[in-house]
């Protein structure tokens, strides 16, 4: 069963990572850029939707969003060390791989109702080149259960930062484009919940084409 979160203390150890290490990193060592922060609800429950190509990804797509964003996180990265309390600290939720996990749908909707945005790969799981080839359902379904609108964020370049057989992060330029919200399903029926999500993929890729 989730635990339940005191909000203020997890909202000051977000920032305080945030500020500390991640937008340092972002900024100057991985040359961030960031376009359309406009489009950003400050206000309200908002599910942002992206792809997804490295473990850099989470942090990097809060920091650029401006708001906090709790993610699904697979429940093995909570075993590690440092690493389970840092992604903890900063809005990670676990979700089973592989099966329904009707915890982390109702930690999604938690987090929403707390003030948090709700992050979630569209693909499930990370791409080799950060594209989108098969979307699935579950930010689409969170949106739908918590009436809350989409937001489609593309990630560019960060399938670069770790080199295969490398443990160190490359200083890799790395550019983060936000699309305009798309609003909720109206329900949570299947064929709806597809168009919506392929509604997604389209902004993700149409932002992603632009590249740097």
Avoid at 69 to 74: G, I, P, R, S, T
Avoid at 164 to 184: D, F, N, Y
């Amino acid at each position: 069963m989730t635990k339940s979160r005191e909000p203020f203390i997890s909202l000051l150890l977000y920032h305080l990572f945030k500020w500390s290490i991640v937008n340092p990193t972002l900024q100057v060592y991985l040359r961030g850029r960031t376009y359309g922060a406009e489009n950003v609800p400050q206000q309200g429950p908002i599910v942002v939707v992206s792809n997804h190509a490295s473990d850099f990804d989470p942090p990097i797509l809060s920091c650029c969003v401006g708001r906090p964003v709790a993610y699904m996180a697979k429940e093995e990265l909570f075993n590690i060390p440092i690493l389970g309390q840092a992604i903890q600290a900063y809005g990670a939720y676990p979700v089973s791989r592989g099966a329904a996990d009707r915890s982390a749908i109702r930690s999604a909707l938690q987090y929403l109702e707390n003030g948090w945005a709700t992050g979630v790969f569209l693909e499930g799981t990370r791409t080799p080149d950060g594209r989108i080839t098969d979307p699935k359902l579950g930010a689409a379904l969170i949106a739908a259960k918590a009436k809350a609108p989409l937001l489609p964020v593309s990630l560019w370049g960060t399938h670069k930062i770790f080199k295969q057989g490398s443990a160190i992060p490359l200083p890799v330029p790395i550019t983060v484009r936000i699309g305009e919200v798309i609003a909720a399903p109206s329900s949570t029926n299947r064929d709806e919940l597809q168009a919506v999500t392929q509604q997604c993929a389209t902004a993700i890729k149409a932002l992603h084409d632009l590249g740097r």
